[in-house]
C-alpha cells in the first residue's frame, strides 16, 4: 500500500511539471516489480478537463518516440494533451513471457493472460483514479506486441477504444475470430493496421491474410485505416507509423485547414456557424474531449459568413465571441458586420463603437474599427 500511495504522490507532482518519469511497480498480479515512463503533460492547476490515455507496449523500444509525436502535435493543437506509459519490456525473454501464446490454440497462456491483467489494474486503473481520462484510450504494439493488443478487442472489457498495430505477429488461429468481432463490434473502435512489404516471409503472409479481410470490414462503429509501406522494414516502419495514426486518429480535432475551407465551409449548401458547432460536437462525441473552440476556426467561419454575407452566422459567432474573448474587440466587430448586412446601421454603428474600447486582435486593429465608424456616421 505504501508502494502504490508514493506511486501515486509522484504521479500527482509529474502532472504540474509536464515532464517524464521512471516509476517501479510492484504488482501483486505478476508477483514482480516492473518499470514504467510515464508522460503528463503540462496541466493547469484546477484544469479537471479529461485527458486520452496511451499505454505503449515495448515502452523501452518506441516510448520516446510516441512522446515526441504526441507533444508536437498537441503544441500545435493538432491533437488534444495525453497522458504517455510506457512499458518497459527490455530483454528478449521478456517479451516472450509477457506476450506468451499457446501454440496449440493462439490463445493467452496463463502468463500472457497476467500481463493483460497488469496492465488493466496496475496500470489504467490506478492512473484513473489520479487522473480525469477521456474514453479514448489507445494501445500502441509493433511485432509480437501488435498481436498481443489484439486480445484486450476480443474480451469484450472495452478496455481500450483505439489499436494501433504495426506489423503483428499474428498466429494464423486469431485471424477469424478477430475479423468476426471487428465486423460486430456495438463499441466505438479504431483499429489502424501497418504493415511492410519487407517482412519476414512467414509474418508477412499472415498479416496480408488479415489485412485483405480487414479492409472489407463494413461496421458502422468501427474507424479503421490501412497503410503498406513498400520500403520501411520491421525496424524503421514503427516510426512512419505512429504519427500517421495519431495523425488519422485526431483528424476531427485539428484546426480547420485551407482545403476544409475551401471545400466545406464555402460550399452553397453549408451554414458556417452550423458547421462549426458539428465539428465541436464532434470532437466530444468521438474523442470525449470538451475542446474550447480555437481562434484558427473562428476566423475561417467568420471569413465564411463574410464572403456569404451570412448575417446569421455572424451574429452567432459574434455572441460566441463575447463569451470567448470577453476583454477582445472580436464579439462587438462581428455584431457590427452583421447588422451591416441587415441594413440596420445605427445598430451597426453602436456595436463598432462598443468594440473601439475593447483590445485589438490580431486581424482587427482600432484604426479598421475607425474606418467602419467614420463610414457610418
Partial sequence: MKQNTFLLLLLISSSLMGQITSQTITSNILENSRTIDLYIPEIEEGNVEPLPLIVVLEGDKIFNLVVSNVKFLSENDY???????????????????DFELDKST??????????????????????????????????????????????????????????????????????????????????????????SANLPVNQGKKIS?????????????????????????????????IPIALETMFRTFQPISVKEFKENLLNDTIVPHQYLIDKYQKITNELGIQKKIILNDIIAVFEASKQKSDAESLFVIGELCLD????????????????????????????????????????????MILNKIESLK
Fill in 209 to 241: 491474410d488479415f489485412s485483405k479481410d480487414f479492409k472489407e470490414v463494413e461496421n458502422s462503429m468501427l474507424r479503421k485505416s490501412y497503410k503498406l509501406f513498400s520500403y520501411p522494414d520491421e525496424i524503421s516502419s514503427v516510426a512512419y507509423s
Fill in 324 to 367: 470567448l474573448y470577453p476583454d477582445a474587440v472580436i464579439g462587438h466587430y462581428f455584431n457590427g458586420l452583421a447588422y451591416e448586412i441587415i441594413e440596420e446601421y445605427k445598430k451597426a454603428l453602436k456595436s463598432y463603437e462598443r468594440a473601439y474600447n475593447f483590445k485589438p486582435i490580431s486581424f482587427i486593429s482600432k484604426e
Fill in 106 to 195: 493462439g490463445q493467452l497462456t496463463n502468463r500472457g493472460a497476467n500481463f493483460k491483467q497488469f496492465i488493466k489494474s496496475d496500470i489504467i486503473r490506478k492512473l484513473s483514479i489520479q487522473f480525469p481520462l477521456s474514453k479514448l484510450k489507445i494501445i500502441i504494439g509493433q511485432n509480437k506486441g501488435a498481436n498481443f493488443i489484439n486480445y484486450f478487442l476480443l474480451d469484450n472489457s472495452n478496455t481500450f477504444t483505439t489499436y494501433i498495430a504495426v506489423n503483428p505477429d499474428m498466429p494464423q488461429a486469431i485471424i477469424e475470430p478477430l475479423i468476426e468481432k471487428l465486423k460486430n463490434t456495438t463499441n466505438e473502435t479504431n483499429y489502424h493496421l501497418f504493415n
Fill in 79 to 97: 491533437m488534444p494533451k495525453a497522458i504517455v506509459v510506457g512499458i518497459n519490456q527490455a530483454g528478449y525473454y521478456q517479451k516472450q513471457r
